[in-house]
């Protein structure tokens, strides 16, 4: 959907702040091309609001504080009502798909619905997820992204923590709650969690 461009203009400007190696506009457009095919392929249900969801989901982000995804939710709500008061967007989904990334790596495929609703969650918080079964190269550049996003903690504890969370994400039976993810990048997944654990950070 076109934006106004003043809109368009304050998403930017979020991104920008702070400089970000990995959550920037670069990572939006990944998604927004996983947008296009998942809209050229199964369809969205609502793809305004899982748009905008993508646009706003990583717009307030500091990697020393735990509640980036609602201040996301909140300026994307503030956001909508200023720049899109009369489209009819549902502001309340576009805050609850943003909400959901906080929980990523937790949810499984069957805590939403089997409806078309549920459908447009598995596949935007697959989207959020895919670069795990990108190439090689891209992982590698996205691991050490967030390792320079987190450079503010101890080498350490930091390397404890993220080799913590890949091999939680390996573990599971799911890494992908979409049947379609799920066939096109979890192998490929988990040869890359495989070789992130074994690195030394």
């Known amino acids: 959907m076109a934006l106004p461009e003043g809109l368009h203009d304050a998403l930017v400007a979020a991104y920008e702040v702070p400089p970000r190696a990995y959550h920037s506009m670069t990572h939006i457009a990944s998604l927004l091309q996983l947008f296009d095919e998942v809209a050229a392929g199964a369809g969205w249900h609502q793809p305004r609001e899982v748009h905008l969801a993508i646009l706003f989901h990583d717009a307030v982000y500091d990697a020393r504080r735990d509640d980036n995804e609602a201040r996301s939710a909140d300026l994307a709500a503030a956001s909508i009502v200023h720049w899109l008061p009369d489209a009819g967007i549902d502001v309340p989904r576009v805050v609850e798909l943003i909400r959901l990334t906080a929980a990523h790596g937790r949810h499984t495929a069957s805590d939403f619905g089997q409806d078309a609703a549920g459908d447009d969650t598995r596949r935007f918080l697959d989207c959020d997820m895919a670069i795990l079964g990108a190439d090689a190269d891209t992982f590698d550049a996205y691991d050490r992204g967030i390792a320079s996003e987190y450079r503010h903690v101890p080498r ?46």
């Open 156 to 201: 350490w504890l930091y390397a404890l923590n993220r080799r913590r969370f890949l091999k939680g994400l390996l573990a599971r039976e799911r890494i992908f709650l979409d049947d379609g993810f799920h066939a096109r990048f979890d192998a490929a997944a988990r040869h890359n969690l495989r070789r992130a654990i074994t690195v030394k950070r």
